[in-house]
C-alpha cells in the first residue's frame, strides 16, 4: 500500500510580482518630486549635502580628540601605577639580596685554620 503524499505547505510569504525600479526611473522619480514637496534645484542640494558633509566631518573630529585625550589621560594613569607596582615588586625581591651581600662586604674575613698555616 503507498501512502498519499501531501502537497507541500504554502509558502508563508510570496515573492513580488513587481520588480525594483531601475536606476533610471528613480532618478527621473526624484527629479520630478512628489505632489507634496516640490524638487529642489540641483546646486541648492549640492550645496546642502556639502554643508551637511562638513559639519559631520567636524563633529567626527571634535569626538576623535576628544577620545584622544580621554585615552591619553587613562595612558599616563595606567602608567604611573604600573611604575609604582614595578618598582616596589623591585625592592621586595632585591631587599633580601641586597642585605646578604653587604654582610658579606663588611664581615671581618674569616681567621686561617691551624691546619692550613701548619702546611706551609
Partial sequence: QAAASAPPPPLAFAPSSSSPPSPAAAA?????????QPPLPQ????????AAAAVV?????????????????????????????????????G??????????????PPAPSPAASSSK
Fill in 95 to 108: 631587599h633580601p639580596f641586597d642585605t646578604y651581600k653587604v654582610r658579606l662586604q663588611t664581615s671581618a
Fill in 43 to 50: 546646486s541648492r542640494s549640492r550645496e546642502a549635502a556639502a
Fill in 28 to 36: 527621473a522619480a526624484a527629479a520630478s518630486g512628489s505632489a507634496d
Fill in 57 to 93: 566631518a567636524e563633529e567626527v573630529e571634535e569626538a576623535a580628540q576628544e577620545e584622544e585625550a580621554a585615552t591619553a589621560t587613562a595612558t599616563a594613569l595606567q602608567d604611573l601605577i604600573a611604575g609604582g607596582v614595578a618598582g616596589s615588586a623591585s625592592v621586595i625581591v
